[in-house]
């Protein structure tokens, strides 16, 4: 597998760290963005202790970005927009992966909300024009990503996106979750289906009092 230099904006969140733990422990260069150099580096370091030979740093978002060729983008949806628009110039030739998911929650539960853009993924294509946006890991849970299996094996990472190296780059990284290639889910604008889905899972986690994942069937 080539092995990336991996920008995780929002990585001193559970998602964020969570699946920077599993591209580092498979040997990806791993730099967590925060909006604190210090927040970042006291991740990274959490990192570290479970993964001593892991190559993870901690950095303001932007010096992040600036030393990596991939980022993924793992915040909330309130601010994204603008985290992406500040980072637009640094993210100009870097593929993005966008595991953003827009919920809202009320009396029912969880829902996805309306964006404006259609989804988080697409919004983040349209600000960040010369970034190559795909969306992928929608469904994985921080609690699991940061658990103790090997792999996530019951479960499959959806890759959405319209350039298929870009979406190549996270059907491979997926490899490091469940321990196989994503599945090519289609194209962009189907982070439309994919990002309010987790809205369910969530319900469903509620529910059954479990953490449920998706897998696909028939493949
Ligand atoms: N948690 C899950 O199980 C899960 C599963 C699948 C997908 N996701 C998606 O993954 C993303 C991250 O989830 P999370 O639970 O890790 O989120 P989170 O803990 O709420 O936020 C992650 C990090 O984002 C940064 N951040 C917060 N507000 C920001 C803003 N306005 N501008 C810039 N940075 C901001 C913070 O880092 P600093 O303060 O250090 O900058 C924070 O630690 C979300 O979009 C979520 O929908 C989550």
């Known amino acids: 597998m080539t092995s990336y230099r991996i920008a995780v904006l929002g990585g001193t969140g559970p998602q964020g760290k969570g699946l920077a733990y599993r591209f580092a422990r498979h040997g990806h260069a791993v730099v967590l963005g925060s909006r604190s150099a210090e927040r970042a580096e006291s991740a990274a370091a959490e990192i570290r202790d479970r993964v001593p030979e892991a190559d993870v740093s901690g950095a303001e978002n932007a010096d992040a970005v600036a030393a990596a060729d ?50 988080a993924a697409e919004s983040a294509a349209a600000i960040a024009k010369e970034a190559t946006v795909v969306g992928a890991f929608h469904h994985v849970s921080a609690v699991s990503l940061w658990g103790d299996a090997e792999f996530l094996d019951h479960e499959d990472v959806l ?8 979406k190549q780059v996270a059907i491979e990284l997926a490899r490091t979750v469940t321990g196989r290639d994503g599945v090519d889910a289609g194209r962009l604008r189907l982070a439309r289906q994919l990002e309010p889905l987790t809205a369910v899972l969530i319900s469903i986690n509620k529910r ?10 028939g493949l």
């Not at 949806?77 to 628009?85: A, F, I, R, T």
């Not at 953003?100 to 909300?113: A, E, M, R, S």
């Not at 890759?159 to 870009?166: E, F, H, L, T, W």
Request: contains cysteine.
């Open 70 to 119: 991939v980022v993924l983008l793992s915040v909330p949806y309130d601010g994204h927009d603008e985290l992406v628009d500040d980072l637009a110039p640094v993210l100009e030739g870097k593929t993005v992966i966008s595991c953003v998911n827009p919920l809202g929650f009320d009396k029912q539960g969880p829902y996805g909300l309306d964006v404006s853009g259609g989804s």
């Open 159 to 166: 890759v959405c996106g319209d350039d298929p190296d870009a």
């Open 208 to 217: 059954y009092k479990t953490r449920s994942g998706i897998a696909i069937s």
